[in-house]
């Protein structure tokens, strides 16, 4: 019978015309609302990397001075210093291991036509790429051994590869990078994750992406600039050899273990080494360690803020009250049916079956009203994408959220469609035949 | 085929009871046709809506083709309504944005007949009624005369035992009324049982038997009328 009602409703939409047009526009409406605020939260929120989210593992050691701290507070910061990202390196602990930080420097073209330009990109280890499946356009990571001297050798992410050589393979190829000549390994391919999960801190968070990478170790010897937050809670040595020998917190660390089983070992092995570190002097707190994964360091991070929250709630709202008035809709509709009603139920329909056929019916408008609302959130994306950049690349909307577009719709459809068709149920057939 | 006894029929309100039945008594034997009659206010509607399933009554019994209807579910109501009953109603009742095949199609699809059981039955008996050359054609566009024979094809479609017609004439002038009832004492005749309820005496002496109906209560029945069937007087 689903079929033969299904048809009945595609016919209703033809009956009163202006009533079902108000009812898929309500609904439509509400639910452009919802899509809309929703995208962006899903495409804030969702899981970046599902297939390994919960085995990249961000330590957390908390070096903050005990003056003026009181036990349980936050620490100051959730960043790394440069002696514990090299200890961590060297540990061996995890599957993979990678150090990180943002950096901006002038980067000279190979072309004459082309004058140097600032240019922005990350000094990871050759970790890096395996541990967040970044893929490859032409040639490869920088080899371990690149790592361990430091090489002036450098990946570049496919936009900037073409503006700087085109579409020609450039790996073998140099630029000049901070006045030195750097060696192309590879060319990224279209990657830019958002948000930018594997550095967070910073800005930039749902930024475009990277120039270039370059090893960390080279970008240690080079003194390269950085581009990020930086937090000091001692006094440090000026200079940059001042800077790594300090207390100040400035590098993103991640691990990645063989399983998420193997995140208790991990967990146990960060707890004996700032056990040693405190031993020595260097941690002052007294405070458990952390691991994060990929969606526990993107909450502890508020990546979602609270006013996106509040905004797909309000969005939920309105959604709430165009039901409202949908419900008000259906009821006006419904109640010039009755005498249909008492008809089909005087020809042998329950009212199980007045109940699943007018129900469905309802189930149409939603999908009538979904359609409507798929086009208004494209509407209501583009607009809200006019902010800004960043904001046009979280206003787009997948497949899943589509699906999510025709769900929500005909669920509200439904929800609204309840109390009206409970109602139609009640039609008492006998009055209705006779004074028809 | 329709046996009510000492059936009561109570409408209730906060301040008043009105007993439109009480007492009643009938006996409706395979193959009649029966008129009811009697003055407005009588009960004539109440009896009709009880036969047809479509109300409950307060006390007594009532046997539908040998099925005891008291404490039925609306499921099981519904569904004996849809395999023993059909309907004429004075109003036609058709939907008005269906055409006369699908019009007809309804109760078919409460039965559950496949696709082509059901073409098959709506064309039989929109033909039988002779309209089956304008089964794509909507109710407003035929008379009301048409419109009552598409009513009727829609009772016979799922070939009932009992046909429950209530003044099926009285919205028709007397050529097109004349029609209807022709009609009906051809389905009579094919073996159909008729219960019609009706202000027109020349309706009801046409019928087997004559029930009238007076406060609630059946009064007298009445001769044996031209149908094939002659059935006993019984009160």
Not at chain 1, 8 to 35: D, K, Q, Y
Not at chain 1, 319 to 325: G, H, I, Q
Not at chain 2, 96 to 122: C, H, M, Q, T, W
Not at chain 2, 140 to 151: I, K
């Amino acid at each position: 019978m689903f079929g033969y009602y299904f048809t009945l409703g595609l016919r209703s939409l033809r009956r009163n015309r202006a009533l079902t047009a108000l009812m898929v526009l309500t609904l439509a409406v509400g639910v452009a609302a919802s899509i809309s605020t929703l995208t962006i939260l899903h495409a804030m929120s969702g899981d970046p990397i599902p297939e390994k989210s919960r085995r990249l593992l961000v330590p957390h050691l908390d070096n903050g001075q005990v003056d003026g701290w009181a036990p349980g507070e936050k620490p100051d910061d959730v960043q790394m210093t440069y002696q514990d990202a090299v200890n961590l390196l060297k540990s061996g602990q995890g599957e993979r291991r990678t150090v990180l930080f943002g950096t901006e420097m002038p980067l000279e073209p190979p072309r004459k036509d082309m004058p140097a330009f600032s240019s922005a990109g990350m000094a990871p280890t050759r970790d890096f790429f395996a541990m967040f499946n970044v893929r490859f356009l032409h040639g490869q990571p920088w080899t371990e051994a690149d790592d361990a001297r430091g090489a002036d050798v450098v990946v570049l992410g496919r936009a900037m590869a073409e503006k700087l050589f085109g579409d020609a393979n450039p790996v073998g190829r140099q630029i000049r990078l901070m006045n030195v000549p750097f060696t192309v390994a590879g060319v990224v391919d279209y990657w830019n994750p958002r948000p930018r999960y594997y550095k967070l801190i910073g800005g930039d968070t749902f930024g475009g992406a990277d120039d270039f990478y370059i090893p960390f170790a080279s970008a240690i010897r080079h003194e390269a600039g950085i581009n990020g937050g930086m937090n000091c809670t001692t006094k440090r040595e000026p200079g940059f050899a001042g800077l790594l020998a300090s207390e100040c917190t400035w590098l993103q660390f991640w691990f990645e273990t063989r399983s998420s089983a193997d995140r208790a070992d991990l967990q146990s092995w960060l707890d004996r080494y700032a056990g040693e570190q405190r031993k020595l002097g260097r941690l002052k707190r007294n405070v458990p360690t952390h691991l994060y994964d990929v969606m526990e360091w993107m909450e502890e991070l508020k990546i979602v803020g609270n006013d996106n929250k509040l905004s797909v709630w309000l969005a939920f709202g309105f959604l709430a009250l165009c039901l409202v008035n949908t419900i008000g809709l259906l009821l006006a509709k419904f109640s010039v049916r009755a005498s249909e009603i008492g008809v089909r139920r005087a020809l042998g329909a329950s009212r199980r079956e007045i109940f699943s056929q007018f129900l469905i019916e309802t189930g149409v408008i939603g999908l009538a009203g979904g359609l409507l609302g798929l086009a208004l959130s494209f509407g209501a994306l583009a607009l809200i994408g006019m902010q800004s950049t960043e904001v046009a690349a979280m206003a787009r909307m997948d497949w899943e959220m589509l699906g999510m577009t025709f769900v929500l719709s005909v669920a509200a459809a439904l929800l609204a469609g309840l109390l009206p068709t409970w109602r139609a149920c009640q039609v008492t057939p006998a009055i209705q035949l006779k004074s028809q | 085929m329709l046996r009510m006894t000492n059936l009561s029929k109570v409408y209730r309100t906060h301040m008043i009871e009105t007993h439109a039945l009480r007492g009643f008594e009938i006996d409706v034997r395979e193959g009649e046709f029966v008129t009811v009659t009697g003055p407005s206010g009588s009960g004539k509607t109440s009896f009709l809506n009880i036969a047809g399933l479509l109300e409950e009554f307060t006390a007594g019994d009532y046997v539908l083709d040998g099925v005891n209807v008291k404490g039925l579910d609306d499921n099981a109501r519904s569904r004996l309504r849809n395999e023993k009953l059909g309907f004429i109603f004075q109003g036609f009742n058709l939907i008005p944005d269906l055409s006369l095949f699908d019009n007809v199609d309804v109760p078919l699809r409460y039965r559950g007949f496949n696709a082509s059981e059901r073409k098959k039955r709506i064309e039989d008996a929109l033909a039988k009624v002779g309209l089956a050359s304008r089964m794509k054609h909507y109710p407003a566009e035929l008379s009301g005369g048409q419109q009552q024979r598409v009513a009727i094809a829609r009772a016979l479609a799922g070939s009932p035992k009992l046909l429950l017609a209530d003044e099926p004439t009285g919205n028709l002038d007397s050529q097109m009324a004349r029609g209807v009832m022709e009609l009906l004492e051809e389905i009579n005749a094919a073996g159909t049982t008729i219960l019609m309820v009706t202000h027109d005496p020349e309706l009801a002496v046409r019928t087997t038997r004559n029930v009238h109906i007076i406060d609630g209560q059946v009064s007298d029945l009445v001769r044996k009328g031209p149908s094939l069937v002659q059935t006993p007087v019984t009160a």
